[in-house]
């Protein structure tokens, strides 16, 4: 119950295309959805995060989309770029310390 | 504003070794975390830290042991080090209650041989 099952667990679009990776979830406490943005050797960095009382945010060319009953939210990437290329990952918090993260998505976009 | 400095970036350990890697936060974060990450595994939490003070154990905590030594510093050592530990490890820091997300550091690499 506390896992977040992310999937693809890599992605391969054109630029331009519009990559979706999606998350799902089964604890209903969750109430914190965060995406993080990783590029080679370097460290995680918060993209975009949503909480449950919306059901869409979008900041810049990243949009979240969130369904409560179906306890999943996507990450949508409006018009990408090369340089989008890195690893994401998506998250779930219950207002406690931890985050449980999905295994990761390797996206490339070809140029 | 640094963020999150860890050291060292690189580290190659022989099976038995110990070693320490140093976490460093200026951001007045109340809670520190360490993680792993593998391939296919994603990040794993292995301690945190909620305030100074105060440590708790994570997901695989197994092998390893963590000193929050102030407010700004949070360090994990591998008293023994073994190849099931060859990593990436992450240290974070979070606001009080983990809200708002965290700020990661750049990592260590530690390979055991």
């Known amino acids: 119950q506390q896992q977040v099952k992310q999937s693809p667990q890599s992605l391969i679009v054109q630029k331009g295309g519009i990559p979706i990776i999606n998350c799902a979830y089964e604890?209903?406490?969750?109430?914190?959805f965060p995406w993080y943005q990783q590029f080679p050797g370097k460290g995680p960095a918060l993209l975009i995060a949503?909480?449950?009382?919306?059901s869409e945010k979008k900041e810049g060319r990243f949009t979240i989309s969130f369904n409560k009953s179906a306890k999943q939210f996507s990450l949508h990437i409006m018009d990408s770029q090369p340089g989008d290329s890195a690893t994401y990952f998506c998250a779930a918090n219950s207002g406690t310390y931890k985050y449980i993260f999905g295994t990761g998505t390797r996206l490339k976009v070809l140029a | 504003n640094a963020g999150v400095t860890q050291t060292p970036k690189f580290q190659v350990l022989k099976t038995g070794q110990s070693m320490t890697l140093q976490c460093a936060q200026d951001?007045?974060?109340?809670?520190m975390y360490w993680y792993r990450q593998d391939p296919g595994m994603g990040l794993r939490l292995i301690y945190y830290s909620a305030s100074e003070g105060t440590t708790d154990k994570g997901e695989v905590p197994n092998g390893y042991n963590v000193s929050r030594l102030n407010k700004r510093e949070f360090s994990l050592r591998l008293e023994s080090a073994a190849p099931s530990q060859t990593s990436v490890y992450f240290c974070?820091?979070?606001?009080?209650?983990?809200?708002?997300?965290?700020?990661f550091g750049s990592g260590t690499r530690l390979t055991v041989v």
């Open positions: 951001m007045n974060h109340n809670s």
């Open positions: 974070a820091s979070s606001e009080a209650n983990g809200q708002n997300g965290y700020t």
């Open positions: 949503i909480r449950p009382d919306v």
């Open positions: 604890n209903t406490a969750f109430d914190y």
